[in-house]
């Protein structure tokens, strides 16, 4: 199994803040990596496919960079809507534990 | 994108068995890779299975290995998860996923 180690696991953070997640994969995944946005009671949403590709409708102030075993997803300026947590997943399979998005 | 409806949710004792559904429509269903994915309450999702278009190639996650059984129905646009002997830790919101794309769920609560 290919382990997905997210962090931070939470991040205290301003409107405007430029808000950087890190998600590891134990094996090389090459750019078979997702990014979510979740809401309380909601489905997660995908925002990134394929390690760096936007999903259409999804702001340009979120991006995803990284190949191999080392990703990111970036929100440029930190908008109220933002406000969720994030996850990552290799490959429609493993899931990363996941990162908190708060109010600082 | 199309849509993803589960169905088949709900309370059942341990060591009892459910059959979720997945309707699909709006997409090439056939044509198209499935998972189911579950997220227990307060935790992060966890993949349970895939499945190969055809159904020739089927993944499962370890702990529901023996006890799960992903299916579908190319002709009828639906998925299934035949879910056997049922543990307090099997209690999750039950997602339908093709690739990225997922409905919105359907409980399974275990408990006596």
């Known amino acids: 199994d290919i382990q997905m180690t997210q962090s931070p696991s939470t991040v205290s953070a301003s409107v405007g803040d430029r808000v950087i997640i890190t998600c590891r994969a134990s094996?090389?995944?090459?750019?078979?990596l997702a990014w979510y946005q979740q809401k309380p009671g909601k489905a997660p949403k995908v925002l990134i496919y394929?390690?760096?590709s936007l999903e259409s409708g999804v702001p340009s102030r979120f991006s995803g960079s990284g190949y191999g075993t080392e990703f990111t997803l970036t929100i440029s300026s930190l908008q109220p809507d933002d406000f969720a947590t994030y996850y990552c997943q290799q490959d429609n399979t493993d899931f990363g534990g996941g990162t908190k998005v708060e109010i600082k | 994108e199309g849509q993803l409806v589960e169905s088949g949710g709900g309370l059942v004792q341990p060591g009892g068995s459910l059959r979720l559904s997945c309707a699909a429509s709006?997409?090439?269903?056939?044509?198209?890779?499935m998972s189911w994915v579950r997220q227990a309450p307060g935790k992060g999702p966890e993949w349970v299975a895939n499945i190969k278009e055809d159904g020739s190639e089927i993944y499962y996650e370890d702990s529901v290995k023996g006890r799960f059984t992903i299916s579908r129905d190319n002709a009828r646009n639906s998925l299934y998860l035949q879910m056997n002997s049922l543990r307090a830790e099997d209690t999750a919101m039950y997602y339908c996923a093709r690739g990225y794309y997922w409905g919105q769920g359907t409980l399974v609560t275990v408990s006596s």
């Open positions: 094996q090389n995944i090459r750019n078979w």
């Open positions: 709006g997409f090439a269903f056939s044509k198209s890779w």
């Open positions: 394929k390690a760096s």
